[in-house]
């Protein structure tokens, strides 16, 4: 089944892993042997080989680089303008790799419509497509800069990543958009960028939800239901981002798979993090919408953890094709997994650029 994954850190892999994402994850992990820099050093799952094998043809890739205050004890970039430099890195990699083949931008439905043709086909070796999008938007100097992102390719954006940032508040923190969010969203809006509200702190999240009426989605968004932190989105929220045509992509970092997990020391297989729990999630959010129009993947996969903290059912990125299984188990029809995985997404993505 063709599989379409809505967030994935694959420049932050390639310029600050220093992962070359055109071998086999054995051989990325084969080269990291003995590294101990990252904690997920050797881990790795993600690959283009791997996402080819796992049919995983469309992806949702991000730009990422937090700029941090002198008190912030988190680790980022000194000013807005080095975030901005790093972004750019990241971009000039997603471009090289559409010029080696590797890859393809998607950007408006009629690229969107070529990829998946492309992805029907039964040609060799197949671009993979991407969507950018922009994790944390500390990086944006001014709104000027977000018109340079647009006209670059970017589609989607986050307000904020973890900590207090320049426009939103992020994970672990509490406040609230103030003046310079609220012309972030005005922005957004006019340009018609997807606000994707991951990582949204409860303040910042409904503050954003009175101003904001441009697209929204998650893309890598567990349920609190399950794992009582703020990173998790509540009941109430994700009924807020249903009644918004929002889709919600499922992430696989296991700290947000289940409760009580210690990173660095527990173990996914002791404490049961499979991809069950991802179904789990998905029903929920199925259960609470009346339908299964609002869920898909956004798997975060490589995103600053490997095998040590995902499900351990999952060996590599292709691994997703379990998932269509798991849930004709728990009853859903072919449509509807159908939709779970993939075309949930692409009809939002029509929907808002048509």
């Known amino acids: 089944?063709?599989?379409?994954?809505?967030?994935?850190?694959?420049?932050?892999?390639?310029?600050?892993?220093?992962?070359?994402?055109?071998?086999?994850?054995?051989?990325?992990?084969?080269r990291e042997k003995g590294k101990t820099d990252k904690p997920d050093r050797g881990n790795n799952t993600v690959s283009f080989p791997a996402m080819r094998k796992g049919n995983i043809g469309l992806c949702v890739a991000t730009q990422i680089a937090r700029y941090v205050k002198k008190d912030n004890p988190l680790p980022g970039w000194h000013s807005q303008h080095q975030a901005w430099a790093q972004t750019q890195g990241q971009l000039a990699w997603y471009k090289t790799m559409e010029a080696a083949g590797e890859m393809v931008q998607i950007t408006d439905t009629e690229s969107l419509e070529n990829h998946l043709e492309l992805w029907k086909s039964n040609e060799g070796k197949k671009p993979i497509g991407y969507i950018l999008n922009l994790e944390g938007a500390d990086s944006i100097v001014d709104m000027g800069y977000l018109e340079k992102s647009y006209e670059?390719?970017?589609?989607?954006?986050?307000?904020?990543?973890?900590?207090?940032?320049?426009?939103?508040?992020g994970t672990d923190s509490v406040?609230?958009?103030?003046?310079?969010?609220r012309e972030l969203l005005k922005k957004i809006e006019e340009l018609n960028l997807i606000l994707d509200a991951t990582h949204l702190c409860d303040v910042s999240f409904w503050e954003t939800m009175d101003v904001y009426n441009g697209p929204v989605w998650a893309s890598h968004q567990l349920c609190?239901?399950?794992?009582?932190?703020?990173?998790?989105?509540?009941?109430?929220q994700l009924k807020e981002l249903v009644s918004r045509e929002a889709v919600i992509g499922i992430a696989l970092d296991a700290w947000m798979m289940v409760p009580n997990w210690v990173r660095g020391k527990s173990d996914p297989k002791e404490m049961g993090v499979n991809l069950e729990i991802m179904i789990n999630n998905m029903d929920h959010i199925c259960q609470l919408a009346g339908n299964t129009n609002h869920v898909g993947i956004g798997t975060d996969l490589d995103g600053g953890f490997g095998t040590e903290q995902g499900p351990y059912d999952v060996d590599t990125i292709a691994d997703l094709q379990k998932i269509p299984e798991l849930l004709s188990k728990r009853g859903y029809s072919a449509s509807d997994i159908k939709k779970m995985t993939s075309q949930n997404f692409i009809n939002f993505l029509k929907r808002v650029w048509k």
């Open 175 to 181: 406040g609230g958009i103030g003046t310079k969010g």
């Open 1 to 30: 089944m063709f599989l379409f994954d809505v967030h994935l850190d694959l420049a932050m892999n390639a310029m600050e892993w220093n992962r070359d994402l055109t071998l086999p994850v054995s051989e990325i992990r084969e």
């Open 152 to 169: 670059s390719g970017l589609r989607a954006i986050g307000p904020a990543h973890y900590g207090p940032g320049v426009y939103a508040h």
């Open 224 to 236: 609190r239901k399950f794992v009582d932190h703020n990173r998790q989105f509540s009941d109430e």
